[in-house]
């Protein structure tokens, strides 16, 4: 074992994740930092080319295309707003 993976005096038994970001020794057994960033907000803008033919049934659902559509980008938003309520669409 390496002297950087041993705790430092005075610290014993507090591991402190040391390294270079994405640096790995051999074996894979290298220390990797992952500084916390704060997620950004997002401007979002969606654009749906809408014909008649997305108002016909599709055959296996029992909705329209546009209706599916519709659902996809409800089930997007949420999750990013979940992810970040700041978000704009």
Known sequence: ???SSLPKEGNRGQMKMEGIEGDATVGGAG???LN???INSEDIIFCVDVDAESLVEMKTAGVTRLDSIKQAILLFVNSKL???P????
């Open 1 to 3: 074992m390496s002297s």
């Open 31 to 33: 220390r990797y930092i």
């Open 36 to 38: 916390p960033t704060r």
């Open 82 to 84: 979940s992810i970040n």
């Open 86 to 89: 700041d978000h704009r669409f």
